[in-house]
């Protein structure tokens, strides 16, 4: 069965067919040639996997990274980073990286920080004599800070398909230290590049200006620290602190800004059901496609073929990344998550490894794929913005992309990076 089920995922999946629908047109397949289960569990297993209370936390952090956007926090943001990096060789494109990285606090979605970000710093970078596949790639491979950055909703839905009591709270710590990294790492890549192709540089803002932008900004700045420090103190849960994360950009934007008119309102909810409904219908059919899968014993399989592989926790955690990297090259991350994770859980966990540590390797794993065809949706996102091809945007985002598995490989073989504040601080 499960040769039928993930051969004809690939054979629709190559006819063009949506990812959610592949599975579920799959799954028909595969219990139609079995011939013992009922077509009855095709609605009932999908159900099941969408029925989780703690899910209701993606639909609540999409909907107040959409109100943050729709309220002008974006554009604050990004005149506060502007004015920390403007002054050096490349400064836009510094400031776009800069930018990913304080709007990953709000997000938490590598797709919401390119649609948000690309669409106001790819014109302004092409306008200023930036190359504009050089201005995509640098878009988009920032990009990929929003689900590693805390709040993250790749890292509730690993938490979710894990089970084992892992911490949200724990794997939003852990997220910190590797999303900086990376961070860094991508300015100073841009920078070097920047620098050799005479890009312009930005006079440095007074320090009056400056207080003010980062006066204006901070009341975005401060609600990723709200949450994590919400969830960590126990104050509230994930679903309860996306909820928390709702209601402080709606009374910033209404209050505050008064940027957040009814007409704003009905479109920011109008689309953050639409983008909800995507994530959601890929989770309620990966859980049934997942559950095919197991039920035809491949999670067995695979795990008994990785565990005669190699016994030492690092050369496993090396050869799941490897795999990862193909997965992600084929498969959004919502869906690979839904799949994979349940399946390699029991594998790490009988080598020692930590799952805190394991969730940031495989959310960043599968992060790369948003950056490489044929689904890197970040890749055509930028493309469409700076109205280049996709082939010349992913030639560009090459040098970042290596310095990202640069950065996968360091928080793999060292965890002391990726746990180091979780145990600090829990």
């Given at each position: 069965m499960?040769?039928l089920l993930i051969?004809?995922f690939?054979?629709l ?6 990812l ?11 219990i ?5 289960f009922?077509?009855?569990?095709v ?5 099941l996997?969408?029925?989780s ?8 952090f999409v909907?107040a ?6 309220g002008?926090m974006?554009?604050?943001i990004?005149h506060f980073a502007?004015?920390?990096?403007g002054r050096?060789a490349?400064?836009l494109?510094l400031?776009?990286i800069?930018?990913?990285m ?5 997000s938490?979605?590598?797709v ?5 970000l ?16 050089f201005s995509a790639a ?8 929003g ?8 890292l509730?839905?690993f938490a979710?398909?894990a ?7 724990a ?13 860094i790492g991508l300015m ?14 930005h006079g440095?803002?007074?320090p ?11 009341l ?17 849960t ?10 402080y950009?709606?009374?910033?934007g ?5 940027t ?6 009905l479109?920011v909810?109008g689309?953050?059901a639409?983008e909800?409904?995507?994530v959601?219908?890929?989770v309620a059919?990966?859980?049934l ?6 039920v035809s014993g ?11 592989l190699?016994?030492n926790?690092i050369?496993?955690?090396?050869v ?12 959004e991350?919502?869906a690979?998550?839904?799949i994979?994770v349940?399946?390699?859980v029991?594998v790490?966990?009988?080598?020692g490894?930590d799952?805190?540590?394991?969730g ?6 599968l992060?790369?794929g948003?950056l490489?065809?044929?689904v ?13 091809r ?5 030639r ?5 992309l ?10 793999t ?5 990726v746990?180091?504040l ?5």
């Open positions: 499960s040769g051969g004809g690939f054979v999946l190559a006819l063009g067919i949506p959610a629908f592949a599975m579920g047109l799959a799954g028909i397949l595969a139609l040639d079995h011939g013992v009922p077509l009855g569990l609605p009932q297993r999908a159900l996997g969408a029925d209370f703690a899910l209701l936390a993606v639909p609540f909907l990274g959409n109100l943050m956007n729709m002008g974006t554009d604050r990004i502007n004015a920390i990096v050096f490349g400064g494109g400031g776009n800069a930018s990913s304080f709007f990953a606090g709000v938490g979605s590598a919401a920080d390119t649609t948000a690309g669409k106001t710093l790819i014109p302004a970078m092409k306008r200023e004599g930036y190359d504009g596949s640098v878009t988009a491979a920032s990009s990929i800070c689900p590693i950055i805390p709040p993250s909703i790749p509730v839905l979710l398909t089970g084992s009591g892992v911490s949200v709270g794997l939003f710590l852990a997220g910190v230290v590797p999303g900086l990294l990376l961070g100073v890549l841009c920078w070097t590049i920047s620098r050799r192709r005479g890009y312009p540089v440095a803002v007074s009056r200006e400056f207080a003010r932008r980062l006066l204006d900004a901070g975005a700045l401060i609600m990723p620290a709200i949450i994590v420090a919400g969830m960590v103190g126990g104050v509230f994930v679903t309860e602190s996306a909820a928390v994360a709702v209601v950009a709606f009374l910033v209404v209050l505050v800004y008064r957040l008119k009814p007409g704003a309102l479109e909810l689309r953050s639409l909800s409904a995507a959601m219908i890929i059919m990966a859980s496609f997942g559950w095919l899968l197991a491949f999670p067995k399989a695979l795990a008994d073929g990785l565990l005669a190699t016994d926790p050369v496993m955690l090396l799941i990344s490897a795999l990862l990297l193909v997965v992600g090259l084929f498969l991350a919502v690979a998550l839904t994979f349940p399946i390699l029991p790490v966990q009988h080598l490894i799952l805190v540590h394991f940031v390797v495989v959310v960043f794993n992060m790369l948003l490489t065809p044929p890197g949706i970040c890749l055509y996102i930028t493309a469409s913005f700076a109205e280049v996709v082939e010349k945007v992913f560009a985002v090459m040098p970042f290596l310095l990202a598995v640069a950065v996968l490989l360091l928080i073989l060292v965890p002391g990076l746990l180091f979780p145990g600090l601080l829990m």
